[in-house]
């Protein structure tokens, strides 16, 4: 582990407004105390091409030093139930249920325990450190380990079960293996204890794909899949238990049952309904992925609310992470007078630092023309990615040459959990996205990503447009198109990729009466996402395609909404109906520049390049280019509107940018007055029916130029004399 001391810290919302309050939990990494005070970010310290970066700080009374503590990190989902006399004094029990073992760790995963801190009573089921099922007998010299010795098989469904026999004193322990296509190994694998010691009781609570813990913590997580696990008050013979494997796990019973946890219930909700009539329902701790294929699944359907039976299961890590649990550290009440945008909580302590950042919206009566969309869903996808430093570091270049010192800390903390992108250990698709925890990428310094590109749009903002107002992509999902009430003009960030449905629909009602889209950034409206209904910071994808991980050919539909997920192309919603262009291929070596066309010229178009002569845009810049790292282009066949207007287009794009392509050209006929590049972005403006417009840049690297020599650029230049366009009330005409 590393010597040198770090903080890591989060806050419990990414957005409220003046008046309202924000908390944050802080967790000191080798040191007693740390200093926290407040700035603005209207920039990045991403690289020496950028201006200094100094942001102001806001002079608050709730600045100030505090005492610092590790606090731990409780990575890992599961289901607690809270205690209950019935589950404490268990005689003749069976516990069982469905599970598929998606990884071995080395270490004990229990698959549902009532077993007390260190042991001493209750009883618990688990796989051992090879795999192989036992039952574990808590007593005060210690728990008894009565376990099989043949691994359970890994992605394949099987029956796993004890019985004890108090009267007998009888146990017995069993898999059966499930068919499951061309695998067929439906057989039992028992085996009966005799003379064994009845477990002491416990103090009733429970845990299902986790052991308890001392201080309320939890460990030795299961991982893979479990459906339907079961407390009976009743000792099975092998042949009930064989008979009661071979059933659907909707099946009734018929039998008297202390627990019968229904793990699909509402998957929206954290509650886990106990279907026994106990009244035993649990809480889902860490967001394990539900309402995914159980063990009756034959594929008639993807939707799992039109065949809830075939759902069941739920997938459950030893990586899963929601938000670490932490204890409040501190808090603010953001001051009336705090101009709506984006703020940190600037922590330090030796050379230690670390930022929190979080969104000041308008005041609820404040005028708000110009609105910058903060693309929270897709800071809440790359948290703290890691994959393409691992695998793709060759092709980073400019945006990620090095490791900062934050990277080390997140390969020393790996509980903080990953980004989207990066797979669970057992290699399974990671489909929730958390931002209430610690976010080692949202940083205004490090690697050149979203985020820190977005500090650039913002600082160009504040010059053009002082009194712009922001939201983010979760206020947009919660109050659709009222939350850009007052707005003329919306700008987006440099990567809007994440969106839901409300989302979207927002934004063709904002078109629709009119209103002014820039897009200044690239691969934008390409996933489809759902937010939680209930808790914020947290969102849903169902990729619905191999690429970050194995994920289940049945599971299309989020669990939180239950609706369709994938690519919104996919969908029927190509980005290029919306925006004019869309995704076309991604490097991360040196970004290029824009070539004006011939349509630049256009009266429609005139505006975009007034006081620009030059033909070359944007060759400049931290990437080296306004042109790179993930680039759009238009395409009729797509959606973009035939009336579209390609104002430039970029060119001399690495050969990186090809070897993604796979050999591809993308270009159409609206692009058709210059020599034709296999590889472009396209700067593209078209007139909406309601009097609105949008103009798209389609690149990624565009608002990293913004700052460039003073913000006295043709990139800024062009970016502001469409803002002032927009603002203007007189409505454009289409063509």
């Avoid at 908390?23 to 926290?36: E, I, R, T």
């Avoid at 699909?264 to 009244?279: N, Q, R």
């Avoid at 609310?305 to 649990?325: C, K, L, M, N, V």
Wanted: aromatic share 10%; charged share 20%.
């Amino acid at each position: 582990m590393s010597e040198h001391p770090a903080i890591l810290a989060y806050a419990d919302r990414d957005s409220l407004r003046p008046g309202e309050t924000i908390a944050f939990a802080v967790s000191c990494l080798k040191l007693d105390s740390f200093y926290c005070d407040f700035v603005r970010l209207l920039g990045c310290g991403a690289g020496p091409e950028l201006p200094p970066f100094d942001p102001p700080v806001m002079p608050v009374p709730e600045a100030g030093r505090y005492p610092g503590r590790e606090q731990p990190i409780r990575a890992g989902s599961s289901v607690l139930v809270e205690g209950s006399r019935q589950l404490a004094e268990l005689a003749s029990v069976t516990v069982c249920g469905y599970i598929m073992p998606t990884l071995v760790t080395g270490k004990p995963q229990y698959l549902l325990s009532t077993l007390t801190p260190g042991g001493k009573a209750g009883i618990g089921l688990r796989l051992e450190e090879d795999g192989c099922l036992a039952a574990v007998l808590g007593n005060n010299g210690g728990p008894r380990v009565c376990r099989l010795h043949n691994p359970l098989p890994l992605w394949l469904w099987s029956f796993a079960a004890l019985t004890y026999d108090h009267d007998k004193r009888q146990l017995i322990v069993m898999t059966h293996g499930l068919n499951s296509g061309t695998h067929d190994f439906n057989k039992p694998n028992w085996q009966l204890i005799e003379e064994v010691k009845p477990p002491l009781a416990g103090d009733g609570r429970l845990a299902i794909a986790a052991e308890r813990g001392h201080d309320e913590g939890l460990l030795h997580h299961f991982n893979g899949k479990i459906e339907r696990p079961r407390i009976l008050a009743v000792a099975l013979s092998p042949e009930g238990l064989i008979d009661l494997a071979s059933r659907n796990p909707i099946e009734p019973l018929g039998l008297s049952c202390l627990g019968d946890w229904d793990l699909l219930s509402d998957p929206s909700s954290e509650i886990i309904l106990d279907k026994s009539g106990c009244g035993h329902h649990g809480v889902c701790i860490n967001q394990p992925t539900r309402a995914i294929q159980g063990t009756a699944w034959r594929s008639p359907t993807m939707d799992w609310r039109a065949a809830p039976d075939q759902y069941g299961a739920a997938h459950f890590h030893h990586d899963d992470i929601e938000s670490p649990g932490w204890q409040e550290d501190l808090k603010l009440t953001v001051p009336m007078d705090w101009p709506s945008g984006c703020y940190a909580a600037r922590l330090r302590g030796a050379e230690a630092e670390f930022f929190v950042p979080f969104f000041v919206r308008k005041h609820i009566d404040a005028p708000g023309q110009v609105a910058f969309l903060a693309p929270t869903a897709t800071y809440a996808a790359y948290t703290n990615i890691t994959m393409q430093r691992q695998t793709n570091e060759y092709n980073l270049g400019c945006v990620a040459s090095s490791y900062t010192p934050l990277d080390l800390v997140g390969f020393e903390h790996p509980g903080i959990g990953k980004s989207l992108y990066d797979p669970h250990d057992d290699g399974s698709e990671r489909s929730i996205g958390s931002l209430r925890r610690p976010a080692l990428n949202l940083q205004p310094s490090g690697w050149l990503w979203n985020f820190q590109i977005d500090l650039c749009l913002l600082g160009w903002l504040a010059r053009v447009a002082p009194n712009h107002q922001t939201l983010t992509d979760e206020d947009l999902d919660r109050e659709g198109l009222g939350a850009l009430d007052g707005c003329q003009v919306l700008v987006t960030g440099s990567h809007p990729e994440y969106w839901s449905l409300p989302m979207l629909e927002a934004l063709d009602g904002f078109l629709a009466r009119g209103g002014r889209l820039m897009y200044l950034g690239a691969n934008g409206f390409y996933w489809a996402i759902d937010f939680h209904p209930q808790r914020n910071g947290l969102i849903e994808i169902r990729r619905r395609r191999p690429g970050n991980g194995r994920s289940g050919a049945g599971e299309a539909y989020s669990s939180f909404v239950g609706r369709p997920c994938g690519n919104w192309s996919h969908l029927g919603r190509p980005e290029q109906s919306l925006v004019g262009v869309g995704y076309a291929t991604e490097a991360f070596d040196r970004s290029s520049y824009y070539r004006r066309l011939d349509a630049a010229d256009d009266p429609r178009a005139r505006f975009i390049f007034e006081d620009v002569t030059d033909d070359i845009i944007g060759d400049f810049g931290i990437t080296g280019g306004a042109a790179g790292l993930e680039i759009d282009v238009s395409d009729v066949e797509l959606g973009t509107p035939r009336h579209a207007l390609v104002v430039a287009a970029s060119e001399k794009h690495g050969s990186s940018y090809a070897r993604v392509l796979g050999g591809q050209s993308y270009f159409t006929g609206l692009w058709s007055d210059a020599p034709r590049e296999p590889v472009r972005a396209d700067m593209t403006f078209f007139e909406t029916p309601a009097g609105g417009a949008v103009f798209s840049v389609g690149s990624i690297a565009w608002g990293s130029c913004l700052p460039h020599s003073g913000y006295a650029n043709n990139v800024a230049r062009i970016s502001e004399n469409v803002l002032r366009r927009f603002r203007d009330a007189a409505p454009f005409q289409k063509p």
